[in-house]
C-alpha cells in the first residue's frame, strides 16, 4: 500500500482553470441545448467538428485560427453556418451563432464556489481559457480570478506550451507551484508536460479532491 498521507502544506500557490467545461455547466449539456433548440443535425455538426478539430497540424483550421484571434467571431460564424443543416431544413442563422451556442454555458454553482474559497484563502486564481468569441461574464471573471489569459486575446491557443509559459509569467510562479484544471486531456497533457500540477476536469468534486492531494483543502 503507498502512502496516502496529504500534505499539511499547501504544495501549489496558483489555481488556473479553463472556463467551458470546467467553470461552467459540461460543453455537451449547453452544446446539446443550442442543438435541439434549433434542430440543427447532431451527426453532421459532430463530423464538422471532427474535421476541423483533426486538423491538428494542418493551416487554415478555422476552431484553431478563431481560438488564436486570427478569424473574427463573424467569420466563423460564417463558415459554421454553412455547414450545418437542420432536421427541419431551415437554414441555420450565422449572425449571433456562437452567442447562441453558448447561450447555455451558465456558470457552475458549485466550481464558483470553489475558486471563491481558494482565492479568500491566498491562493492566486487564474483562468486560461481558449475563446470562441468574448462572452465571458466580465463582471464574474473579475470577482473570481487574479489573472486572466484568453487565447484570442495572447494570439495563443492550449495545448501550445507557450500559452502555459505566458500564463505562469504574468501569475508569477514556477510550473511546480501551480496547478492547473481542464476537460480536455490533450489540455492537461500539455500543461504537465511544461512542469504543471494537472488534472482533468469531470465535476466540482473530483477537482476538490485533486486539490486535497496537493495540501489544498477548499
Not at 503507498?2 to 459540461?26: C, K, R, Y
Not at 504537465?192 to 500540477?197: E, I, K, N, P, Q
Amino acid at each position: 500500500m503507498g502512502d496516502t498521507t496529504l500534505p499539511e502544506q499547501p504544495l501549489v500557490d496558483a489555481l488556473v482553470f479553463d472556463w467551458g467545461g470546467v467553470m461552467t455547466v459540461s460543453v455537451p449539456e449547453f452544446v446539446g441545448a443550442w442543438l435541439h433548440s434549433e434542430a440543427v443535425d447532431r451527426e453532421v455538426y459532430g463530423r464538422i467538428m471532427r474535421e476541423w478539430l483533426g486538423r491538428e497540424a494542418l493551416p487554415g483550421n478555422p476552431v484553431h485560427r478563431l481560438e488564436t484571434g486570427e478569424l473574427t467571431v463573424a467569420e466563423f460564424e460564417r463558415l459554421l453556418a454553412a455547414e450545418l443543416i437542420t432536421t427541419t431544413g431551415a437554414r441555420v442563422g450565422e449572425k449571433g451563432l456562437l452567442q447562441r451556442m453558448f447561450g447555455g454555458a451558465t456558470p457552475d454553482p458549485a466550481m464558483v464556489e470553489l475558486v471563491r474559497k481558494a482565492r479568500a484563502a491566498g491562493l492566486h486564481t487564474a483562468l486560461l481559457s481558449n475563446s470562441w468569441g468574448e462572452g465571458y461574464p466580465k463582471d464574474l471573471l473579475v470577482e473570481l480570478f487574479d489573472t486572466v489569459v484568453i487565447s484570442g486575446r495572447v494570439g495563443l491557443r492550449k495545448p501550445d506550451e507557450r500559452i502555459y509559459h505566458h500564463t505562469l509569467d504574468k501569475i508569477g510562479v514556477p510550473a511546480a507551484r501551480a496547478v492547473f484544471f481542464d476537460d480536455a486531456p490533450i489540455n492537461v497533457d500539455a500543461a504537465r508536460a511544461v512542469g504543471m500540477h494537472a488534472f482533468r476536469h469531470t465535476g466540482a468534486d473530483s477537482t476538490r479532491t485533486n486539490l486535497a492531494t496537493l495540501g489544498v483543502n477548499l
